[in-house]
């Protein structure tokens, strides 16, 4: 069964951080460029970060750029999304996505994970 399941969420204060974790099972990871995206209640789900599958180039979108890293662990079939500086317009359910093509559009896309909620909160 080819699966991703994100874990790592939470509630945190504004300033604060947290680690996302994208793990799969059932196929290997390092094969597929990876997405991060997220979708706020009441809004559209957006991208916010891709790491390609073979040099693992990255890019992120201006709202996060700067606090937000994406990286990969290819032994451990896992990308990852530090947060950092967490804002309270971050808080949304985040979503990783695996696909053969570095997009930033979501049809591009294969592999979605059942989403993990973070909340920035004081």
């Known amino acids: 069964q080819l699966q991703l399941v994100e874990s790592g969420g939470g509630l945190v204060q504004p300033g604060g951080s947290l680690r996302l974790s994208c793990a799969a099972s059932?196929?290997?990871?390092?094969?597929?460029?990876v997405g991060w995206f997220r979708q706020a209640p009441g809004k559209e789900r957006e991208g916010v970060s891709y790491?390609?599958?073979?040099?693992?180039?990255?890019y992120y979108a201006d709202s996060v750029k700067g606090r937000f890293t994406i990286s990969r662990d290819n032994a451990k079939n896992t990308v990852y999304l530090q947060m950092n500086s967490l804002k309270p317009e971050d808080t949304a359910v985040y979503y990783c996505?695996?696909?053969?093509?570095?997009?930033?559009?979501?049809?591009?896309?294969?592999?979605w994970g059942q989403g993990t909620q973070v909340t920035v909160s004081s």
């Open positions: 790491i390609s599958r073979s040099r693992g180039s990255t």
């Open positions: 996505a695996a696909g053969i093509t570095l997009a930033t559009t979501e049809g591009e896309y294969d592999y």
């Open positions: 059932g196929f290997t990871l390092d094969y597929y460029a």
